[in-house]
């Protein structure tokens, strides 16, 4: 069997996440999904504030 070549990626910057310092500057949004006990499925997205990690909205379909 040959041996496969290692592939090498170009070199990128790495850029750092700022902090949220303060309620409502930064938000963080999440698809969530679940099945209830008749196999129907419900999904849900969710918005959480970052700083306060409070979920500001669920919605549901």
């Known amino acids: 069997m ?3 070549k290692k592939l090498r990626r170009a070199a990128s910057e790495h850029v750092l996440l700022t902090v949220a310092t ?3 500057e930064a938000w963080s949004i999440d698809f ?3 099945s209830l006990a008749n196999g129907r499925r ?3 997205l969710t ?3 970052v700083f306060t990690h409070e979920c500001v909205n669920i ?3």
């Open 42 to 44: 419900n999904k849900c």
């Open 47 to 49: 918005v959480a504030d």
């Open 22 to 24: 303060r309620v409502s």
């Open 32 to 34: 969530v999904s679940n």
């Open 59 to 61: 919605a549901v379909d």
């Open 2 to 4: 040959r041996e496969r």
